[in-house]
Each structure stands twice: as structure tokens, then as C-alpha cells.
């Protein structure tokens, strides 16, 4: 462009690598072409456990899920779906009347937002309120169906593509006694999974039979993840780690803080999973440079979003580090967005995915995906390919418009 012209509109790139008058501006729309939101929608939804409670670490336990759907339409006619659900109020630092709380305070920030300005809308939500990353959560994942259905694509594309035919899940096996818990195994294997998280981080004595007993009723190629929830105390973790040094299976977040996690990890031969403690990318490279972790844990809620999850996931990519894609829970729009995360993910980086929606009694999808032979498969409809049951939803608890 030569000098004297008219300049446009973008006059320089900022750290984030955007023009400086969108970050300064506060209006976030596009003159060139319309798609803008103008409406967010707030729905409760209740999820009950068909196992009927999910208990881990520390005697903590949830009978059913406290989910929160938000739908965001553009002026013309499009709509995305997200989903926020906490594991009950004491896993993770968020919990959903926060998020329903929160989305009051952030959703107005949205209205007039170009949806496949992703960055913008994440920029638009850290200004409205800081930290919180699980409210905005279901706002990006919203914006995420909706760039992908005004591109034509579904959400897999958008997140670089799908790799390989499937994705390997992991099953989730409730705290209980040792032999209740090898009988979940045995169940869910013939339901088609080959990896399992089991739930530890008790009294060290139980947990060790708990594992010795699940590892007893597993095969070779089967996969085997004892995760204590931060549940141990790294006195207890060495005890339990040095009884079954023996055993093939991956210890996951044994104590609450990297220091300590790093006193287990110096004397334990075992792969290690870090999740509660990986929360954003500082924790990530922290964890990193200290040689922490095998594998992490990436849960959209717990990074903010599909965005920073993305940053996240393409972050291990580079460093050498395996993933778990999933989410702190949620139903049918969690588990699509979990789909296409973990199918875009390449495949030697996809240590397991979850699909959480085979766990509850209730879909909220004309269309669920479901697993097959214990994997799954990114939708191939547009966005996040999942179309909502509206009329099952009930009313909205909150409309920002
Ligand atoms: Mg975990």
C-alpha cells in the first residue's frame, strides 16, 4: 500500500498478534459482513448418575451433575451451543451457580461480538471479568460451534483437523472396594473400553488393593491409571507407589502441589499424569521444566475454553508431552466438544478422551454421540455437530440480549 493512501483499518499488530484499533475499540463488530451476537441464553440442567454417585479422593462424591447449556444466536439465525459442568463444587475451583453467576456478569460483554473472533471474544471476556476461566468456558465453546457452522465446517477442521480413525477412551471407575472396583472393570471392558482410571487417593493399605486387584483382571494392552484426585500426601503416595512398583500402570496426581508431586515422582518408576495442578500454561511449562509429567490432563473448563485448551494441547505437541482431552464432566455438548479436541489432537500425542454423556441418564441431543468398541469419532456435521433437544431443555434461567 503506498504512502498517502487510504489506510485500513488494522494499524499495527499487538502482542497478541491483532490489530491495535480492535483491541483498543470497544465496539467488536465487522462492517464488511454481519454475524454478530445478539442473544445468550442460560439453561440449567440437571444430569443424574446412572452408577447412581461417583466418588474419589477424600471421601468426595457427587449423586448427579449441576450442568449449565448457554446458546449464543447472531443476528442471522445462527446458533452454538456450550456447556459448563463442575464436578460438584470442590474438585476444581469453580462451581455452577458460579458459572450461572458469572455468565450474567460476562455475557453482556459478547453482545455485538463477531463469533469467529475468537480471540476478541476471549479479550472482551477477560475485560468484563477477570479469572474464572470455567464461566467463560461455555461462551467460547459456543463461538467455537458457531465459527465452525459459519465456515461450513465441522469443529474438528477448525481445530487443525482430524488425525487417524478414532479416538481410545478411558473409563472412569468410581471409588469402592477393591473387588467392587475390579468388577467395574470387568464390566466396562466388556462394554469395549481398554484404559481405566481408577479412583485412589484414600487410606494408602486399600488403595494399594484396590489397584493390585483392578491390575489382576486387566490384559496386556490394557491400560491402567491410578488417579488420586490430590488425595495422598507424598508419605502416603511413597508407600503406595513402592508396593506396586511391580504392576504396569501410570500414577496420576498423587498430591496437591508440583513440589510435592515431584517428591513422588524422584522416587517412582511409574508414568505420571498431572491434572488438577496443570490449569493454564504457566502451570504447564512449570510442570514441564521440572520433568513432571508423562501425560496431563487437559479439561476445557479448567483452561477457559476451547481456545486455551488449544493452546495447550498444541503446546505438548511441541514439548513431547501425551494428553488426556477431556472436561471437569458435562453431557452431550461436552462430549462433542471433547471429540473434536481430541480427534485434532495427533494421534501419537492422544493418550485417552472421555465420553462423559454414557455416564448420566439424561441427553439433551436430538443426535448424542456415542462411542463404539470404547472409542469415538469427531461429528462430522457442522460445529460441533450436536442439535439440541430444545423443548427438553425447559426454559431459560437467564436470557442476555
Ligand atoms: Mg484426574
Known amino acids: 500500500m503506498g504512502a498517502g ?11 497478541y498478534g491483532v490489530n491495535a484499533t480492535r483491541l483498543a475499540g470497544p465496539p467488536c463488530t465487522r462492517e464488511d459482513e454481519s454475524l454478530r451476537i445478539r442473544e445468550i441464553r442460560v439453561f440449567a440442567v440437571e444430569l443424574p448418575l446412572l452408577e447412581g454417585s461417583y466418588a474419589w479422593a477424600d471421601g468426595r462424591a457427587v449423586e448427579r451433575f449441576d450442568s449449565t447449556l448457554v446458546s449464543v444466536a447472531t443476528d442471522d439465525g445462527l446458533v452454538g451451543w456450550g456447556e459448563i459442568c463442575p464436578l460438584g463444587p470442590a474438585y476444581l475451583p469453580a462451581y455452577a451457580a458460579g458459572a450461572r453467576t458469572g455468565l450474567a456478569e460476562v455475557g453482556p460483554a459478547l ?17 468484563a471479568l477477570k479469572g474464572h476461566p470455567f464461566v467463560k468456558s461455555a461462551l467460547d465453546m459456543a463461538c467455537h460451534d458457531l465459527a465452525a457452522r459459519a465456515q461450513g465446517v465441522p469443529l474438528a477442521t477448525l481445530l487443525g483437523g482430524t488425525d487417524g480413525e478414532a479416538v481410545e477412551l478411558y473409563r ?19 462394554e469395549g473400553y481398554r484404559r481405566f482410571q481408577l479412583k485412589v487417593g484414600g487410606e494408602p493399605d486399600v488403595d494399594i488393593e484396590r489397584i493390585r486387584a483392578v491390575r489382576a483382571v486387566l490384559d496386556g ?8 484426585n490430590t488425595g495422598w500426601l507424598p508419605h502416603e503416595a511413597l508407600r503406595v507407589v513402592r508396593a506396586v512398583r511391580e504392576l504396569d500402570l501410570y500414577i496420576e496426581q498423587p498430591c496437591a502441589t508440583l513440589e510435592e508431586c515431584l517428591i513422588v515422582r524422584r ?8 491434572d488438577e495442578i496443570v490449569d493454564g500454561v504457566g502451570a504447564l511449562l512449570a510442570a514441564w521444566r521440572a520433568g513432571a509429567a508423562d501425560v496431563v490432563n487437559l479439561k476445557i473448563a479448567k483452561f477457559g475454553g476451547l481456545r486455551p485448551t488449544r493452546l495447550a494441547r498444541d503446546l505438548c505437541v511441541e514439548l513431547g508431552i501425551a494428553m488426556t482431552i477431556e472436561d471437569s464432566w458435562g453431557g452431550d455438548v461436552t462430549t462433542a466438544a471433547i471429540a473434536h479436541l481430541a480427534h485434532s489432537t495427533p494421534e501419537p500425542f492422544r493418550f485417552s478422551a472421555t465420553d462423559f454423556n454414557s455416564y448420566v441418564g439424561r ?16 461429528p462430522t456435521a457442522l460445529g460441533l455437530g450436536v442439535e439440541i433437544d ?3 431443555l425447559g426454559p431459560p434461567i437467564l436470557v442476555v440480549r
Do not use: K
Not at 5 to 15: E, I, K, L, Q
Not at 221 to 228: F, I, K, P, S
Not at 267 to 274: F, K, Q, S, Y
Not at 363 to 378: E, K, Q, T
Open 221 to 228: 494392552g490394557e491400560v491402567l491409571v491410578a488417579d488420586a
Open 363 to 378: 441427553s439433551v441431543a436430538l443426535d448424542p454421540l456415542r462411542r463404539v468398541a470404547g472409542r469415538i469419532r469427531a
Open 111 to 127: 453482545l455485538g461480538c463477531d463469533p469467529r473472533d475468537l480471540d476478541l471474544v476471549h479479550r472482551r471476556m477477560a475485560r
Open 390 to 392: 430444545e423443548e427438553a
Open 5 to 15: 493512501s487510504d489506510r485500513p483499518a488494522y494499524v499495527g499488530m499487538g502482542r
Open 267 to 274: 522416587a517412582c518408576d511409574h508414568p505420571m499424569v498431572l
Open 172 to 190: 472412569a471407575i468410581s471409588q469402592d472396594t477393591p473387588e467392587a472396583t475390579a468388577a467395574a472393570v470387568v464390566r466396562y471392558r466388556d
